[in-house]
């Protein structure tokens, strides 16, 4: 596997930055968050990071094609934000690369975005892992402790390396249902950050979304139950007098 190369604009000046990364996952959650806050807040395009082995896709957005894997910045803020899956080699190899870029850096922390499955209908709350007992006493007063058990792909891989690397990290995990994106769990992680970074990202464009992917899912469900029940589905037409 060839390694995958981290490209920065030429202007770019960059110490001791907070890095943020969100990857499509569960839910989203991380992809939703961090493109949220990109676009909400004006963040500039700094960089790309590029892989021989990304999957054969180009993405296109208003009719220009963009790099998989972007890197944003604001400020002290880099935010490393992906369109594309990532095997399990290759997760490991993007999480080396991006701690690696961050301990050059002296980054201050690195915060990674992600979504946690539940079966509940009232998915509100945000769970938070870190590398440490000490960088999970910074955040534990605003979320609930991820205490036991596994933490799986590229979120995972990302702690695994700033262990190893020895850099602060903390984990926002979204609660979520997981059956499709899931806007109003990226809220949630973002209501989160506001306080600890002590940003102001409005979220009322997500929770609107949010709304309308609820009441899809909602037509959906009844029409599954009315199918189930041997109903066929009479669509709504005008009465004629």
């Known amino acids: 596997m060839t390694e995958p190369e981290l490209i920065l604009h030429e202007d770019t000046e960059i110490e001791n930055p907070i890095v943020i990364e969100g990857f499509p996952g569960v839910g989203l959650i991380g992809s939703i968050a ?22 054969p896709v180009a993405i296109i957005q208003e009719g220009e094609t963009k790099h998989p894997l972007q890197i944003h910045k604001k400020q002290n ?3 490393f934000t992906a369109d594309i899956p990532l095997s399990s080699d290759l997760a490991k190899e993007i999480a080396r690369e991006i701690v690696g870029w961050s301990k050059k850096h002296n980054t201050n922390k690195i915060i990674s975005i992600a979504g946690i499955s539940t079966t509940s209908n009232d998915a509100n709350r945000v769970f938070s892992a870190a590398r440490d ?8 007063q605003q979320t609930e402790t991820f205490k ?38 990226a809220a949630d992680v973002i209501q989160i950050l506001n306080k600890y970074l002590e940003i102001d990202v409005d979220t009322t464009k997500l929770l609107e979304e ?7 899912m909602n037509r959906m469900m009844q029409r599954m139950e009315e199918m189930e029940e041997g109903k066929t589905p009479t669509p709504k037409s005008p009465m004629y007098q």
Do not use: W
């Open 210 to 216: 949010a709304e309308k992917i609820e009441e899809e």
């Open 148 to 185: 036991t058990g596994n933490i799986l792909g590229f979120t995972g891989c990302i702690l695994n390396q700033s262990k190893l690397k020895e850099i602060p990290a903390i984990t926002l995990l979204g609660e979520t249902r997981g059956i499709g994106p899931d806007p109003r769990s």
């Open 77 to 79: 803020i880099v935010i």
């Open 133 to 140: 007992k000490k960088d999970l006493e910074d955040i534990k």
């Open 34 to 55: 961090t493109r949220h806050i990109i676009k909400t807040m004006d963040f500039q395009e700094i960089g790309y990071i590029h892989s021989e082995e990304f999957p």
